[in-house]
C-alpha cells in the first residue's frame, strides 16, 4: 500500500506566542469644539453604545478559546472591549503601554476625524505618503511601527506557546501587520472596530495568519 501525503494543517511553531489582536469597539463621536478627555497626550473616548454591543461580541466569539492573557492599552477604550471577555474568563488585563494609539499632536482629542472628514491637506500629505508625521505634531510612521513592534516582541516573549488576547487601536492594527508582513505602510490600516486579526510570533519572527475578521459582528 503506497504512502499518502495530506495538505498539512497549520500550527504555531513550538515556543511562539500566537496573539489575537483585537480592536476596540466603536467610540463615543467628535463633535466640532470638544475635545475627548485626554490620557497622556492621547484622546481618551468612551466606548459607544455600538462599542459596547461589538465587545460583547469579541467576548462571545472568543470566550471558550485557550486564551492565557489578555492585554489592553493605557485608554479605556481597550479596557472597555476587553471587560467581557476578561469576566468571562476569569482574567485580569495587563497594560502595554507601547501598543497605544497613533499620537496624533494637534489633532488628538478627537479633531483628527474633523480633519479626515473635511480633506484636509494635511490629513491628504499623510495618506498620500503614508506618513502620520505630516499631521501637525504628530509622531512619525517609524516612531510607531518601533514601539509597536517592540510591544508585541515583549508580550510575545511572555507567553510562549500560549494564545493571547491584546485589545489594540486600528493604528497599531495596521502598523503590526505591515511590521509582520513588510507591506507599505498603511497597507493594512481600517481595521473593523472589534475586528479580529492574528500574528504568530516567535522569537523575532512575525507571522500574520489572520486580519480583519468579523464574522462574529
Known amino acids: 500500500m503506497s504512502r499518502e ?5 497549520y500550527a504555531p511553531p513550538a515556543g511562539a506566542a500566537d496573539l489575537l489582536l483585537v480592536r476596540h469597539g466603536e467610540s463615543e463621536p467628535a463633535r466640532p469644539g470638544q475635545s475627548f478627555a485626554m490620557m497622556q497626550g492621547h484622546g481618551d473616548p468612551a466606548l459607544h453604545p455600538e462599542g459596547e454591543r461589538q465587545a460583547r461580541a469579541v467576548a462571545t466569539r472568543l470566550k471558550d ?17 476587553a471587560a467581557p471577555l476578561a469576566e468571562a474568563l476569569g482574567i485580569s488585563p495587563s497594560v502595554e503601554a507601547d501598543l497605544r494609539e497613533v499620537h496624533l499632536g494637534e489633532w ?18 499623510a495618506k498620500a505618503r503614508q506618513e502620520w508625521g505630516e499631521i ?11 514601539r509597536v513592534r517592540s510591544g508585541l516582541l515583549r508580550i510575545a516573549a511572555a507567553h510562549p506557546d500560549e494564545r493571547v488576547a491584546v485589545f489594540v487601536h486600528g493604528g497599531v492594527i495596521g502598523a503590526a501587520m505591515a511590521v509582520a508582513t513588510g507591506a507599505q ?10 475586528s479580529i486579526s492574528r500574528i504568530v510570533i516567535n522569537g523575532d519572527q512575525m507571522v500574520v495568519r489572520g486580519f480583519n475578521d468579523v464574522t462574529h459582528l
Do not use: C, M, W
Open 185 to 194: 505602510p498603511f497597507a493594512f490600516n481600517g481595521a473593523a472596530n472589534g
Open 136 to 146: 501637525p505634531g504628530a509622531e512619525t510612521t517609524a516612531a510607531l511601527h518601533a
Open 108 to 125: 488628538d482629542g478627537g479633531l483628527y476625524r474633523i480633519k479626515a472628514a473635511e480633506g484636509d491637506p494635511a490629513f491628504a500629505r
Open 65 to 81: 478559546e485557550p486564551i492565557s492573557a489578555i492585554y489592553v492599552t493605557i485608554l479605556r477604550r481597550t479596557h472597555q472591549t
Open 5 to 9: 501525503y495530506r495538505q498539512s494543517v
